[in-house]
């Protein structure tokens, strides 16, 4: 049972347009939401979090969005540039979980020049 | 300097061998995790440590037994290998169980022939 739904396996966009990923949760305990990049071969590298009280987060050029009653998030990229082809996943937990992050399959994006 | 290192990087056995992958961490974190990614791209938790003593122990084999020497090594032993253990494993680290900016190594490729 996938709590953690990433629907696009794949995104393409060209360079300076904005890329748009989204994450859909099943489970209305999660309260703490993130996102990962992982480029091939490494390991995934925290990107941006946020918590359920807040419905955005910005951090540069990424900004989580939040809408608890859709039980939905995105991230957006703007501009996007070639250096953001990688794999996103999106993870949720239960902020009294221990640690226990729940992740997507992710989603590969791709930047075109 | 890695902050967090997994060896081998790469592993190939054939099946019914048992193998180690060695996981340490120069970050100074008190938490450190093990997760899975299978074939389908899903990232897992196996085991979670806090200042080595086990968290977290998902639905795993117990062919599978995590040992945490210190707070910077979690080591991964594996009895009796089965073809559907050949997956990547990720080594991750944080500080306190709470903070969800893992810091992950660059994982390891187990190939079980």
């Known amino acids: 049972d996938q709590q953690v739904k990433q629907n696009s396996p794949s995104l393409s966009v060209q360079e300076g347009r904005i890329s748009i990923l989204n994450c859909d949760y099943t489970?209305?305990?999660?309260?703490?939401f993130l996102w990962y990049k992982k480029y091939p071969a490494e390991g995934p590298t925290f990107l941006i979090s946020?918590?359920?009280?807040?419905d955005k987060n910005e951090d540069g050029r990424f900004t989580v969005f939040l809408n608890k009653s859709a039980k939905h998030l995105s991230l957006h990229i703007v501009p996007s540039q070639p250096g953001d082809s990688a794999v996103y996943f999106c993870?949720?937990?239960?902020?009294?979980?221990?640690?226990?992050?729940?992740f997507g399959k992710g989603t590969k994006l791709s930047v075109k020049p | 300097d890695t902050a967090v290192s997994q060896t081998p990087k790469y592993l190939v056995t054939q099946m019914g061998n048992d193998k180690s992958i060695k996981c340490e961490q120069n970050?100074?974190?008190?938490?450190m995790y093990w997760y899975k990614q299978d074939s389908k791209k899903f990232l897992k938790i196996m085991f979670s440590?806090?200042?080595?003593?086990?968290?977290i122990n998902e639905t795993v084999p117990n062919r599978f037994s995590p040992k945490s020497p210190d707070k910077a090594h979690l080591n991964l032993h594996i009895n009796s290998l089965e073809l559907g253990d050949s997956a990547v494993y990720f080594c991750?680290?944080?500080?306190?169980?709470?903070?969800?900016?893992?810091?992950f190594g660059s994982g390891t490729r187990l190939t079980v022939v």
């Open positions: 991750a680290s944080s500080q306190g169980l709470f903070n969800y900016g893992y810091t």
């Open positions: 489970n209305s305990m999660f309260d703490y």
């Open positions: 946020i918590s359920s009280i807040k």
């Open positions: 993870a949720a937990s239960v902020s009294r979980s221990q640690g226990n992050l729940i």
């Open positions: 970050l100074g974190h008190d938490t």
């Open positions: 440590y806090n200042n080595k003593e086990l968290i």
